[in-house]
């Protein structure tokens, strides 16, 4: 019997969309030196954002912890194999080749944050400010296979996936559903973020 169980928990779906329009958004104030203190605000949002998200993947709910999309390379060609074909197999939480992608948006986005904060630093190198431009465009072209593999696997598994990442529900023949929610912490994390902002665009830290 097909079931409506809740796969990704608030602050799961919270985090990424926070994470969506914070990168987005330092992009855009990226490039001119008056928006400067925007794109930093922007940008540590971002990496608080993803430090919170370290901490989730190993005290979440099942499907947010890493230990649920921790796939060895076999099992990753096996998937795409699958696909190729077709017929994957179905995952509730992030699929093996999925889960590359979220590996390497999340290291990057880390990279970014860390190249962007050595950046700020008065004895700061070319290199550092070079390697935030360079891993920032990185981060670009992963998000955009990033689209392409929700798109297809959304195709395959007849599964609107980016509608599961704002409900939180998916659609299968299983009871294997996660039990709260945590919908305290998610609005707690809006609260942080808002507070944080208003707060840096009055005093920004440098
Ligand atoms: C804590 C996070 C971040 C900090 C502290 C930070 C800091 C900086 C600083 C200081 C610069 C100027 C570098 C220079 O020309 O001397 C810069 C440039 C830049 N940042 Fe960030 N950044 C952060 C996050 C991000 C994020 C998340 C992105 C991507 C969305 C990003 C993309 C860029 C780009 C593309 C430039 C180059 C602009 C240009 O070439 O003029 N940064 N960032
Ligand atoms: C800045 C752009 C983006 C970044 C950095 C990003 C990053 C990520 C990350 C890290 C995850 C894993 C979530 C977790 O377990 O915490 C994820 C999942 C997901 N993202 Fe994005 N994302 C971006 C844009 C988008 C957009 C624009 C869409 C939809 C149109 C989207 C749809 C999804 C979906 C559906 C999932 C769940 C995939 C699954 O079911 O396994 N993402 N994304």
Redo the contacts with the bound molecule.
């Keep these: 019997m097909i079931r409506r169980i809740l796969v990704w928990d608030v602050p799961t779906r919270v985090f990424h969309w926070l994470q969506v329009l914070?990168?987005?958004a330092?992009?855009l104030v990226?490039?001119s030196e008056r928006l400067?203190n925007y794109?930093?605000a922007?940008?540590?949002i971002?990496?608080g954002l993803l430090v919170f998200r370290l901490l989730w993947g190993f005290i979440g709910t099942r499907y947010a912890r890493f230990s649920s999309f921790l796939f060895n390379p076999k099992e990753v060609v096996a998937y795409l194999l699958m696909m190729a074909k077709g017929k994957p197999a179905h995952y509730l939480g992030h699929n093996p080749a999925g889960s590359v992608s979220v590996w390497l948006l999340l290291s990057l986005?880390m990279f970014?944050?860390v190249t962007?904060?050595m950046?700020?630093q008065d004895d700061?190198s070319d290199l550092v400010?070079a390697m935030?431009?360079v891993s920032?465009n990185a981060?670009l072209g992963v998000i955009v296979l990033h689209l392409v593999g929700v798109m297809v696997s959304s195709i395959l598994h007849r599964e609107n996936l980016v509608r599961a990442m704002f409900t939180g529900f998916k659609f299968a023949e299983s009871d294997e559903g996660i039990q709260r929610a945590f919908g305290w912490l998610g609005a707690l994390m809006v609260v942080a973020v808002a507070v944080f902002w208003f707060a840096y665009v009055r005093k920004p830290l440098g």
């Design positions: 914070s990168f987005g330092s992009y990226a490039f400067r794109h930093l922007l940008g540590y971002l990496l986005g970014v944050c962007g904060v950046a700020l700061a400010v935030h431009g920032t981060m």
